[in-house]
Every structure is written in C-alpha cells, then in structure tokens.
C-alpha cells in the first residue's frame, strides 16, 4: 500500500495525536538476532525505559548464533523483558500510544516472536501498530540521539538528507538517508559485511564471539602496519565494498605463522586488519562524498551506525572526513549501536508520524532491503 493510502486511511487518528498536549509514547519490541529488547521511547526524544536481553553467552559455545536457539531463547524472554520495560517506565500498557515492532530483516524465528508479541499487544489494548524494518532502526536511531566520536556528550540534530554508513552484522552500505523509507543506495558490500569479517577474524585467531569488541580491544596495542592487508576496491571509482580479499589475506598469513600465536602477534594482526578495514571505509566515502546524487542534495551530517559504528578507530576516521567536507559527523551512543528496542521505538515513532502503520496483516520478511520502503 503506498505512503500516500496509508496517510489518508490513518490521518484522523494521527491528528488526535499530533495535537495532543503530551508527548506520544511508543513501546518498541526487538528480536531480529541475539538480543530480545524493548524500550519506550516518546516524541520528544526521552527514553524512559530500556531491557536489553542479550543471548551472546548462549551462543558463544558455537562462535556465532544458532537461529533455532534464539528463536526459542526469544519465546522464553519477551514476556518479561516488556513486563520490565513497562515497570521500569512506571507505565501500563494502556499509557502506550503506538506499538512498533521489527517485522525484519533478520532470523525470522526470532522476528516472529516479537512481531507476534507486538501483534497480541496491539489489538487487544487497541493500539496502532508500526511494522518497523530493522535496518531503518539503525538508520534512524542517531536523530533519537547521538554523540561525538570524542565521546562528549553532546546531542546533535540530525536532519535529513545525511550519508549513512550502515555497517553491522548483516550490512555494509552506504546510503543517502532523504527521509522516513527513503533510502538511496550509494554503495554496498559485493561478499560480507564489516561485521562478518570482524568476527571471521577474531573466529581464525581463536578470539571468541562477537569478534568486533575484541579485535578492536586488540587493535589498539598493535602496529597497523605489522601485515599488509589488501585494500579490495579501493583503486576503483565507485563506493562499493569487498572484505573476502582481507579475509583471504588473514588465513594466509595464519597459515605461515608458526606454533603457539603470541599476545604481540595477536594485537599487531587486529590493528593491520582494523587499519585495512578503517581505509577501505574511508576511501569509498571519499567516492561518495564526490558522487553527484550526494552532491545534488548537499548533506550536512555524516553519520555512521549499526554495531559496527561502536569502532572508535572507524568513529575516528569518519569524524575526520566530515571535517574535511565541512560536514557534522554524528553517531549513537555505543548502547545504541547494537541491536536494541529503544532504535525499533523510535523509528516506529518516526513512522507513525508519517502514517505508516499497519492496517493489514504483515507477513515478517527474512530480507528485507531500506530501498524497497519507499514503493510500500
Ligand atoms: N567495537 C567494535 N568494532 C567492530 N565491530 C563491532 C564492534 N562492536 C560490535 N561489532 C560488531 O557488530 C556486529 C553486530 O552488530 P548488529 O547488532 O548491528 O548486527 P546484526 O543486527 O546482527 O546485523 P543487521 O543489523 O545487519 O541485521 C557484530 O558483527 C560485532 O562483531
Ligand atoms: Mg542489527
């Protein structure tokens, strides 16, 4: 159903709200991957609650996440993470305005329990509800609040249109945010994401699960310049992304290393890795940065999010090509990063306020791409 439909179907119902003296309230459910998560998050960009259940050590055994057992982790936790949630915030469900859910992409056993929870909630309190696209979570999240690479916590307004570095388990995109489902695709990873290489990586060196937090721990007692990991697409104009060629490179360096790894070896190899990783997203937002779709609209912010965007080197880095373009460099906060409910709330929120909620049943979507938002 096109944006258009959805406005005229919802509008009176959206003017109660728009009017209304108070700030609107949106409980936000999350269960795409290894976290189950809600939050409630309100219009005026307060957080008044936030559970995050994370099933990482149930996964960590077999270095990486069993689908099965996070959908069942997920049936065993929802109802007390959004019982949580609500009492943390002092709120029943009633207080609720609009409920917002993921309905993907991600391990649909996993989005079926939350969108199923968000579902129930909804129509028996008689509550909007919003089909919230996981990535548009992350996409999203920094105009709820983000910070400085520096740390500082200052709270910059993101307006649109911002570039967006989208590098998480799953992605590695850049995209050109114009507005609520509208997304341009600038460039994207041809194999795995940024992620995947972190905690392919961290899996060859025998690090543990999630790889990112730990290699980049690693990286900064290393040499970045101790290995040379290729730069895969980097002499090419475009501003797609290819980490199999540094993956490639790190088996081969491990297959020449002799014996027992020692700590030094450990931490040279995470700093060339993350050095090599941290240029290849640099040079490719360099690309975009001279792009003509880019240029036509003159963004102000460079924004970076998704798990990834907890890197304090590719932070850096970002915040550094900002300057150089006269751009803001903004990001979420590192609890913001990863998967969380308050992200899924406010781009419900955001949602909601252009009236796309659900007014038919919705099928969750294993895959399911940001550029696809603007045709529904
Ligand atoms: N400090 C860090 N440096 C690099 N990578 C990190 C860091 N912290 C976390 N990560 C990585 O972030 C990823 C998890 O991010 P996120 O939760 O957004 O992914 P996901 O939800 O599984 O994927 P998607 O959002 O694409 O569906 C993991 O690959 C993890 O290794
Ligand atoms: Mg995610």
Redo the contacts with the bound molecule.
Sequence with gaps: MSEEKLMRLDMGKLDSHVHSERPILCLGIES??DETSAAIVDSDRNILSHIIYSQIPEHQKFGGVVPELAARAHILAIDEVIKQTLAAAGKTIEDIDVVAATAG??LIGGVLVGWMAATGIAQSANKPLVAVN??EG?ALVPRLCATLADGANKNVSVDFPYVLMLA????CQILLVHGVGKYELIGQTLDD????A??KVAKMLGLGY????I??KRAQNGKPDAFAFPRPLCDKPNCDFSFSGIKTAARTFLDKADGALSDEYIDDFCASFQAAVVDCIVNRLTNAMRDARVKAVAPKTLVVA???A??SAIRSAMELLAQKYNMTFAAPPMNL???NGAMIAWAGLENWRVGKIVTEPVAPRPRWPLTELKNE
């Design positions: 795409s991957c992409p991600g996981h990535l992350h998480s388990g799953g992605h994401s940024a992620g995947e972190y905690d999630p790889g990112g937090p290699v980049d998704g798990g990834v907890k890197n990063c990863t998967d």
